[in-house]
């Protein structure tokens, strides 16, 4: 999901994610989202992280590093992963399994891999599930269908959007204000100690020069009759269209199919 | 609107009393705005401008937190009865930070977005947002992100979304505050062409007079306690009562300024001027004018305290600043000016060491700010944000003063004495436990350059000292500075404003785009119109009137008041 | 209740500054689930930041759910793959937040109500993420670690939170949007008439 408002307009047409209902991306996947947090066996996420990273790949807009870090960096995540949770698991319920390698004392059985790397893999299914809607929906228009579709008071729709345009600011105020307790020596030292009371000092004036700032907004929102009615003329429509409910039963129907082979193959 | 056409404003007996404050700003304040007229409302600052100004469209008492009694009446309706909902339909606001008023992702959204809330059909609210954005010229880049928009651009877009509203009254505060001049003359040629249409009437307050005074039928001028202190046309009230007003110690045009001080020299200057051109004629009216005053020649210690040698800044790919070289001699008080995003910041920063530059580079007092050794270089300058918010560290504002010297490890009893002594010089000695952030903007900037000051470095750098200021606040500070100048502190400042340049600078620095165009004394650089022109600045206004002096070609040269004859100041 | 613009953007404000805190604590706790998964409690605090800030500085109903939502949107928006989890865990916790005090009809907001809520909170916490993550075969002595840091983390981050919040109180940026502490019939010196104007 990204800040600027304007990008989604200018998908080609292609990348037919950029052009469904954010709603509609939202809800396809989370039904085997939930069903992944769940499950235990290797090929269910195995599956839906494959399905999952095709349909980015295919229906979205990515630049060249996204669409690299997808295809090479998902893999080596959860090798890595698989090892650690590996590592973590009570030996005593798996030295049954081929011991892989051994440091000192200590012995890596295949069983404690396999489980640490179903974990792994149902993370990485669970995250790039959640990719498809992620990478291929806007900020802006995300809030803008919640208000239009799920009774989302345009107030707080709005707020929403303003929010968005607080960040930038709060960069360039923290770079500020970093610099300026350097050069009056707030620097106190090294170490990890140091530097949290250090970072702690610049919360303060950050947020309240954060919550000056939204005072003025306010104000400048006020006054241009923000609120005046219950509702108010939209010209950004994201409307739910056929493509959307179409889009929604085929990915549902593909996911149970991906269940049913998962259930198959172990 | 109401049957008879309504006056837009009616102000009778307004006291507004803010939550946790004692006295009423403003206090009993009582005038009309007709349709179609310009009023101005000048006082002195913390009088209760920007306070009446949100009445007006009911932020107070409805928004803010305040007590209103007396009655604010905007197009006929009672604002306490009101909705601000329902009152922007009659009047619409122009804030002084551009920043704070932008909600929207582009430009035309944000013109929209006022409509939109009213619930208009899309078709009405795209002409009236197409209408407002050619009134203000920024049609061609309404699909823009306004991120990407300059300060004075910014600006006019906030008008431009006021103007969709089209509601009869326009309310500005302070519209031009911290613009360069170019962003000035922006709004301003705006605001000239809707009072040439005359459809809308216009309440503005505005430190900035030599820019606005022109557009004004109307002053209205409140005094400390926040009364109408003197109200009439523009001329009966600035040139008749000039000398009332300025005791009030509101800002006068410059050219009224400069008359008055004549007048103390025995030149009658009848009517007193109110623009540069009127100044200009009337000086060469007069077949005699006295000698000018011989001005003390600068002395110039030979000694160089601040060395930049062929110094560049980029961030990423980017050049901030391009290959700028500047010597600055002890007890100099040179000014860095430019443009918004000239690179004023970036030069003064790198040279204070608040972003350390590339090594070898620059040497302050002999010490490289990119070697940082902090608590040396912070010994040695000084450096003054341009907003003091940003720079506070401590709860209350005696351990703000307290903590540059502990920083120094001076011992316990010194300390006391210094900071009691920077508290009275200040003025900020009945608010040393007071928390920094509920100064007033004045009181934080003579905070912020007092914790700079206390640990008496010898040079002292400051970002645009004035930004926010109104000019009478902008004065005291900048005589406190010329006062340390004069002690020997060395002092290099980055500001937009002229005027104060000219008045108070020894030297100073030209930037375009990163580049350092020319740096020299004061008088030859204020004094070359197409240098400055070249960089997007205007001459200041006195230099701009004598400039055009046929008469007295020997008076052409003069930019500072200073340089008048007049009453030893 | 009717929000006022102001306090929504104030939410707004308290919530960009959360949901960057949630951002920066995501990638430091994917480092630790990847090094010492047991320690991944220790951060899961964080989400509780943007809550107990808004809660203590304006004691108001509603405030830690608005924070939580916006807090969620921002740090959603910059990390697309946790874009469920920013968002579900901001308005979760908001939720959560706010039910301690819905009890008290948003009248009493001493200090032990926000520690006794985290506690709980934290436990109830921990074990959604337990199942989530589902590391069922930790040794005995790393699952009591791994499970008390989901409890305990969230007092501290109370704890710093209300540290923040009172230093922000002390600077008046809030003036006009706070309550008392403690507004229970009788106890309420009346309620300022200014503040609930704002
Ligand atoms: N939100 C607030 N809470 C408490 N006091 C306030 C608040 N806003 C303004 N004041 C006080 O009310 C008085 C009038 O403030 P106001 O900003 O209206 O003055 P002003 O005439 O606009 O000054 P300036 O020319 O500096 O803008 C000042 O003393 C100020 O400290
Ligand atoms: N950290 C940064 N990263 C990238 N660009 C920057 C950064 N800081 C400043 N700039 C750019 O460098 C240029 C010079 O900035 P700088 O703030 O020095 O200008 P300035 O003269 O101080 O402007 P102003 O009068 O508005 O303060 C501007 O175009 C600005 O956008
Ligand atoms: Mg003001
Ligand atoms: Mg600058």
């Keep these: ?266 | ?569 | 209740m009717r929000f006022s613009t102001r306090l929504l953007l104030t939410c707004a404000a308290i919530g960009v500054a959360g949901g960057l805190a949630f951002v920066v604590s995501g990638y430091v706790q994917g480092l630790l689930a990847a090094t010492v998964p047991i320690l991944y409690g220790a951060l899961i605090g964080i989400y509780f930041l943007p809550g107990v800030i808004s809660q203590s500085l304006l004691r108001r109903g509603g405030v830690a759910l608005l924070t939580g939502l916006f807090a969620g949107l921002v740090a959603a928006a910059f990390s697309p793959q946790w874009f469920f989890r920013y968002l579900g865990t901001g308005l979760a916790i908001g939720l959560l937040q706010e039910l301690p005090f819905v009890t008290a009809r948003y009248r009493y907001w001493k200090a032990w109500v926000f520690y006794l809520a985290a506690a709980i909170a934290g436990l109830l916490f921990g074990l959604g993420v337990f199942i989530a993550v589902g590391l069922s075969h930790f040794t005995g002595w790393a699952n009591l670690v791994y499970f008390s840091l989901f409890a305990i983390s969230p007092v501290v981050v109370t704890w710093l939170g209300r540290i923040i919040a009172d230093r922000l109180d002390k600077t008046g940026v809030a003036r006009g949007l706070q309550y008392e502490i403690d507004r229970r019939a009788g106890r309420s010196e009346s309620m300022n008439a200014l503040m609930a104007a704002a």
């Design chain 2, 1 to 569: 609107m109401g049957e008879p056409p309504s006056v837009p404003l009616r102000l009778a007996d307004v006291r507004i009393r803010h939550h946790g404050r004692s006295a009423d700003t403003p206090d009993g304040a009582s005038f009309d705005i007709a349709r179609g007229e310009v009023v101005l409302l000048l006082g002195p600052s913390g009088c209760g401008k920007s306070t009446l100004a949100l009445a007006v469209n009911g932020l107070v008492p409805h928004a803010v937190p305040a007590r209103l009694t007396g009655s604010v009446v905007t197009g006929g309706i009672e604002t306490t009865d009101a909705t601000v909902a329902l009152l922007s339909q009659e009047v619409a606001m122009v804030f002084q930070d551009p920043d704070a008023q932008i909600v929207t992702g582009t430009i035309l959204d944000e013109v929209c977005f006022g409509p939109e809330n009213l619930g208009l059909p899309v078709d009405v609210i795209l002409t009236r947002a197409q209408a407002a954005l050619l009134a203000v010229g920024l049609w061609d880049r309404r699909g823009e992100n306004p991120d990407v928009l300059s300060g004075g651009q910014r600006q006019r877009l906030s008008i431009a979304a006021a103007l969709a509203m089209e509601s009869p009254l326009l309310v500005l505060d302070e519209p031009t505050a911290n613009l360069d001049p170019a962003g000035i003359d922006d709004v301003y040629a705006v605001l000239r062409d809707l009072v040439q249409h005359g459809d809308h009437s216009i309440l503005l307050i505005e430190h900035n007079l030599d820019a606005s005074i022109d557009l004004v039928d109307r002053v209205v001028v409140l005094d400390r306690r926040g009364r109408v202190a003197i109200e009439g046309r523009t001329r009966e009230v600035l040139v008749d009562r000039a000398v009332e007003v300025a005791a009030l110690g509101v800002w006068l045009p410059t050219s009224t300024l400069a008359a008055l001080r004549l007048r103390d020299a025995g030149v009658e200057l009848a009517p007193l001027p109110m623009t540069g051109g009127e100044l200009t004629a009337a000086l060469d009216g007069i077949r005699e004018l006295p000698d000018l005053p011989r001005r003390p020649p600068a002395s110039h210690a030979a000694s160089t305290t601040i060395e930049v040698s062929h110094l560049t800044v980029n961030r990423g790919r980017r050049d901030l600043i391009r290959d700028i070289s500047l010597t600055v001699q002890t007890g100099d008080f040179i000014a860095v000016i430019g443009t918004n995003g000239a690179g004023k910041t970036t030069l003064i920063q790198a040279i204070a060491g608040v972003v350390a530059p590339p090594r070898g580079r620059v040497t302050v007092g002999g010490l490289d700010p990119a070697t940082g050794d902090l608590p040396a270089l912070a010994a040695h300058v000084g450096f003054v944000f341009q907003n003091p918010e940003h720079q506070f560290i401590a709860h209350t504002v005696v351990d703000e003063l307290t903590h540059g010297l502990r920083m120094r490890g001076s011992n316990p009893h010194d300390i006391d004495a210094q900071v009691t002594a920077m508290l009275e010089r200040f003025g900020l000695a009945e608010l040393r436990d007071e928390h920094p952030f509920l100064l007033s903007g004045g009181q934080k900037r003579r905070l912020s350059v007092g914790t700079a000051l206390i640990a008496g470095p010898p040079v002292l750098v400051l970002d645009e000292p004035t930004f926010g200021q109104d000019r009478e606040r902008a004065d005291e500070l900048m005589s406190l500075l010329s006062r340390l100048n004069r002690d020997g502190t060395t002092i290099v400042a980055a500001t937009h404003d002229l005027q104060l340049v000219a008045e108070y600078a020894t030297h100073v620095a030209v930037l375009r785009d990163g580049e350092l165009l020319d740096t020299g004394p004061t008088e030859r650089i204020l004094a070359d119109t197409d240098l400055l022109e070249s960089a997007g600045l205007r001459p200041p206004p006195l230099a701009r009137a004598m400039r055009n002096l046929t008469a007295h070609p020997e008076w052409r040269s003069i930019t500072r008041l200073a340089d008048l004859p007049g009453a030893p100041s």
């Design chain 1, 1 to 266: 999901m990204t800040l600027d408002p304007y990008t989604s307009l200018d998908a080609p047409p292609r990348a037919f994610l950029h052009r469904l209902n954010p709603l509609a991306k939202l809800a396809a996947p989370l039904p085997f989202m939930a069903w992944l947090l769940v499950v235990r066996d290797l090929w269910t996420p195995l599956l839906f992280l494959c399905f999952a990273v095709v349909l980015v790949l295919v229906g979205g807009r990515l630049s060249l590093r996204r669409g690299a870090a997808l295809v090479i960096g998902i893999p080596i995540g959860v090798f890595v992963l698989s090892l650690s949770f590996g590592l973590w698991t009570d030996a005593s319920r798996v030295d049954s399994t081929a011991v892989l390698f051994q440091l000192g004392e200590y012995r890596f059985f295949a069983g404690a891999w396999l489980i640490g790397l179903a974990t792994a893999l149902r993370l990485a299914a669970i995250l790039s599930l959640a990719l498809i809607p992620g990478l291929t929906t806007t900020g802006p228009d995300f809030v803008r269908s919640a208000v239009q579709h799920l009774r989302v008071p345009y107030r707080i729709g709005y707020t929403a959007l303003a929010a968005y345009r607080f960040v930038p600011r709060f960069r360039h105020d923290l770079d500020l204000i970093t610099q300026a307790h350097r050069v009056r020596g707030v620097a106190g030292g090294r170490g990890p100690v140091a530097s949290i009371r250090r970072s702690f000092g610049y919360v303060v004036p950050l947020l309240a020069g954060a919550i000056r700032h939204a005072e003025r907004v306010s104000f400048a929102m006020d006054s241009r009759a923000f609120g005046a009615h219950p509702t108010r003329t939209e010209r950004h429509l994201v409307p739910l269209r056929a493509r959307d409910a179409v889009f929604v039963a085929t990915f549902w129907l593909i996911g149970i199919v991906l269940l049913i082979v998962a259930a198959r193959l172990g």
